[in-house]
């Protein structure tokens, strides 16, 4: 029996984390414009920042008592760099 390949139009969560990574690493290093780049919402992101910081893929900064900066590690630059080299090695093409 053939079950065709139907890809989904949800992301997964590496895809979600791997997009946050991205954000945070063209710049954005404030909560709410990580939030508002990487199409998410507050409970999603908190969620993945967490990971991401538990990881070690993400430096979290208090500036103050309530306002969080958020910058790449090189550990989630290389997480980055091994995600294009896998994405340009399997390219999944939908017709």
Known sequence: ???PLTLST???GFQIAV???TVIG???????RIMYA??????S????????VAKGYVDEALMNQRKKRYSITGKG???LSYYD??????QVTTD
């Open 77 to 79: 630059r290389d997480v």
């Open 45 to 52: 992101l908190r969620g993945t920042l967490d990971l991401l």
């Open 85 to 90: 080299r896998l994405e340009t090695l399997i």
């Open 10 to 12: 949800r992301r997964s």
């Open 1 to 3: 029996m053939y079950l």
């Open 19 to 21: 997009d946050v990574l």
């Open 26 to 32: 063209e710049g954005e290093d404030r909560p709410t």
């Open 38 to 43: 990487s199409n998410l919402s507050w409970n």
